[in-house]
């Protein structure tokens, strides 16, 4: 059994954060998604893994390749994005004759992917997917189900009339015959190779695809909303830890606090929170819910329901809520000019004042 990440695309909905990092390394509760992705897979028993690479490859390798992880991991190029299905066909020669496990490199699922993986291989079917119910099936891959062989009827790739409300969840169990759907389907309206139609193919062509519900959440953390909304989830499960310095303060709730961080001028923190190395906290309210990166300063701001990327310095803003704030930022009160705003925004950025 291998394992292929897709960590690709430009994650346009995710700009201007995006246009210097590519998004499945952007932290929850501290750690990049897509670590959480290659970590999962070793969970489950797969040690050889492959990462499907495209904008900011070399970020993606470089920090992959930072950790020891037990695993033998290599990365295949994608020079544009051309959709899942393509993705899986440029990855041929990696997984040659093994069934692998493909997991989409900015998808977070409670619990893991183990259990799927053993039904998978329990199963001895020619392709397995995950699905979970979503209030808008417009924006996914949509399945029907025969509830009793509990096997897929049907798939359609983000349908105009849904045929249900069951959402494909980025995770698959396939088998090298997927090679062969794929060569026999062609783009889609938009352009790409979807990986539902590959898989209705195997349908029609009277292959087995079976089906499991997801058990707890999964995120795609494809928006905003969805990052912040996983990292809630994920602090909610964090395990308290204080390896810092706590000068004068006020700590409530599970907190998490890397090492040489110091806490200063009684700082007031709510948990959970997750905060990173090397960090001045000092003068500060830190509400729950909030991840601060490595290196990074807060002097009397309050912030919650937020992530800080590392590197950055906050002064003096009174309150600071359900942000995603990138690396070596700085956000800092003009006191000369009270009535003044002076704002650096990337492209398609949101301001609510």
Not at 38 to 66: F, S
Not at 271 to 283: L, Q
């Amino acid at each position: 059994m291998k394992g292929l990440i897709l960590s690709g695309g430009h994650g346009v909905r995710l700009r201007p954060l995006t246009y210097s990092q590519q998004k499945q390394l952007i932290p929850v509760a501290n750690k990049p998604i897509l670590f959480y992705c290659i970590e999962d897979l070793i969970n489950a028993g797969i040690h050889d893994i492959a990462i499907i690479v495209g904008p900011n490859k070399e970020q993606v390798m470089d920090t992959v390749r930072k950790v020891s992880w037990d695993a033998r991991i290599e990365f295949i190029i994608q020079d544009a994005p051309r959709g899942l299905a393509h993705a899986v066909k440029i990855s041929q020669d990696f997984i040659q004759s093994d069934n692998f496990i493909m997991y989409l490199g900015d998808n977070l699922l409670k619990g893991g992917s183990v259990d799927f993986v053993k039904d998978f291989v329990a199963a001895k079917v020619d392709a397995s997917i995950l699905l979970t119910e979503v209030d808008d099936p417009t924006q996914y891959g949509v399945a029907l189900v025969d509830e009793q062989k509990k096997i897929i009827v049907k798939l359609v790739e983000k349908p105009r009339n849904p045929p249900s409300n069951l959402s494909i969840v980025g995770i698959y169990g396939l088998t090298p015959k997927i090679f062969e759907a794929i060569d026999n389907i062609g783009p889609s309206w938009r352009g790409e190779l979807e990986i539902t139609d590959a898989l209705h193919w195997l349908i029609q062509n009277g292959y087995k695809v079976r089906y499991g519900m997801v058990q707890g959440w999964w995120k795609d953390t494809g928006k905003t909303e969805d990052i912040l909304d996983a990292n809630r989830l994920i602090l909610d499960t964090i395990k308290e830890e204080n390896l810092g310095v706590i000068e004068s303060g006020n700590i409530k709730g599970i907190v998490r606090i890397g090492k040489n961080t110091i806490i200063s001028d009684n700082t007031r923190i709510t948990g959970p929170v997750i905060i990173g190395n090397d960090c001045i906290i000092a003068a500060s309210h830190i509400g729950p819910y909030t991840s601060i990166g490595d290196n990074s300063t807060i002097r009397s701001t309050e912030i919650e329901n937020s992530i800080v990327l590392e590197g950055t310095t906050i002064d003096h803003i009174e309150r600071i809520s359900e942000s995603l704030i990138g690396k070596n930022v700085t956000i800092s009160k003009n006191e000369s000019r009270p009535e003044s705003k002076k704002f650096v925004l990337g492209d398609s950025s949101q301001v609510m004042l």
